[in-house]
């Protein structure tokens, strides 16, 4: 019989995982359908814009020129990595962690679909500080990164281990 714990781990890190890319979708097709209809560059704040992008290469663009004409070559690898953070996920005790792990996974997902589909991520958040910019993101990198913050705090805290309780002695008698 299936241990019900490692369904539940499941159910959580698919849950985390279907909501983040859940959200990843939605402010991308807004992005692409809405607000960014032309495109442009429209200033939030002194620090923030959002502007439209496409990251054909790996995290802040890295080796775009390997992967330009391969972008599902990175969809692949991606996928793999998901498949494992999923199982580490179900395996782990720590719900902080399945959550965490949860996290990364939609977050790569949700950009993999955006590989997969149009042949790079999209990106729309621009902060900078006068003319130096910050790569620009988009909200599944941003769940990336809360996961891997997550995963490394969570690394610090105690598991709580779960012993059944004793028998207490019988109060027939009294």
């Known amino acids: 019989m299936a241990d019900p714990r490692l369904f539940r781990r499941a159910a959580l890190a698919f849950g985390v995982l279907a909501t983040a890319l859940a959200v990843d979708f939605v402010t991308k097709w807004l992005i692409l359908n809405v607000v960014m209809v032309p495109p442009r560059t429209i200033e939030i704040a002194p620090f923030f814009n959002l502007t ?23 969809a692949g690898i991606k996928m793999v990595i998901v498949a494992g953070l999923l199982v580490w996920a179900m395996r782990t005790p720590k719900p902080t962690e399945t959550i965490s792990l949860g996290l990364i996974a939609g977050g790569a997902t949700g950009n993999v679909l955006d590989r997969m589909r149009q042949g790079a991520v999209t990106d729309f958040l621009d902060f900078h500080v006068g003319s130096w910019h910050w790569p620009a993101f988009n909200l599944a990198d941003t769940m990336i990164t809360i996961g891997v913050i997550l995963l490394i705090t969570g690394a610090f805290w105690p598991v709580r281990s779960v012993t059944p309780l004793q028998k207490r002695p019988s109060r027939a008698g009294h």
């Open 52 to 74: 439209l992008g496409f990251n054909t290469g790996v995290s802040f663009g890295m080796f775009r020129e390997l992967f330009l004409d391969r972008p599902l070559v990175i």
